[in-house]
Every structure is written in structure tokens, then in C-alpha cells.
């Protein structure tokens, strides 16, 4: 059963599920540029379910550090999204998790979200836990860069991590989009 709900003024519809944000990752060549898409599908089985496929289009990926991330919004019949670096742990896991998502929740205060309108939030990033309206350079759990509702929106940051350095990231509006990215030399 699809629920909806208000998160900190973003809409969150929760469906199913899909884990500190520093870990060693697998050394080699990383690019110096990567992009990540959102990207979406739907399946409707009548009297039965509605799964919603929004999601990024891969569960990891490989940046060098010192490079560019670019956050790609391919559906923007799914309206905006985060990109919104967390602690593992703070990656929700359960329908429950999902609907009733902390870090969504102060992600969203700190974006600036009114969670009584639909509005965009008043600060387009978030830097170490910061409401910002420069973009973040990412390299640690508290970075975040909202991206428009509209088809081929985009936002490019700045990785700046260590090598060697993985960071989980989620979409706040979509609970279950999550992934990693993996920094490289």
C-alpha cells in the first residue's frame, strides 16, 4: 500500500526499503568525474500493488578525490530530490524507517524546508550540517545539495574526501534511494 507523507516540507511517499560514512575502500583508478542519475519506473498490478522504482541508477559509485560529482534528476515526474551524504547507520532499512526517517527529517530543518508547504526549502545545500547557498564540497556525513523538480536538473559538487574514503548518500525525499560513493586516487 503506497504511503505518503510530510517530511519537514518535502513529500516522502514510502513503499518498500532498499548503514560511520567513512570506510576503506578498494584502491585504484577512480574518475576524475562521475555522474549519478535519478532515475525512475513504476509497475501498477491492479488490485494488487504499486512499486515505485525511483532510485539511483546504480549502488555505487567511484570518484577520485579532488574531483566532480554531478547529480543528475533524469524523471522529474518524481519531483526533486537530495543528495544527501549520512552515516550509515543513519540509512533507514524498514517501511518504518522510511516513513518515519530522522535523517530525512534533519536534513530537511536544515535545508530549510517548511514541512507545511510544498515550497522549495530556503537553502538549495547543506555543508557539515549547515544551511548553505554555495555548494558543499563532499567529504563527510552533514553535506547535502537539494536538486529541482525539474527534467535534467543537475547539481555538481566538489568530492573532496580522502582516498580511500566511502560515503553513503540518500535522497531525503525518496528514503529508500540510497548508494555509496567511493573515493578514489
Known sequence: MMQRKLVAGIAVMGFVAGGSAIA???TGAAPKHTTINAVTST?????????????WQNDVYRVRSGGTITIVNL????????FSVVRRSDLP??????????????????????????????????????GSTTPPNVDRPGDSAFIAPTQHAK???????????????????????????????
Not at 509497475?43 to 532510485?55: A, E, L, M, P, S
Not at 547539481?155 to 525518496?174: D, E, N, S
Request: a positive charge.
Open 24 to 26: 576503506v575502500a578498494a
Open 43 to 55: 509497475v501498477v498490478k491492479i488490485n494488487r500493488y504499486f512499486q515505485d522504482g525511483t532510485r
Open 75 to 82: 524523471a522529474a515526474s518524481d519531483g526533486p530530490h537530495t
Open 93 to 130: 532499512r524498514t517501511l518504518n524507517q522510511i516513513n518515519n526517517c530522522k535523517i530525512c527529517q534533519t536534513v530537511g530543518q536544515e535545508l530549510g524546508a517548511n514541512p507545511q508547504s510544498q515550497a522549495p526549502p530556503k537553502f538549495l545545500f547543506v555543508e557539515n550540517g549547515k
Open 155 to 185: 547539481v555538481t559538487l566538489t568530492v573532496t574526501a580522502k582516498p580511500g574514503t566511502t560515503l553513503y548518500f540518500m535522497c531525503v525525499i525518496h528514503p529508500w534511494m540510497q548508494a555509496k560513493l567511493v573515493v578514489g586516487h
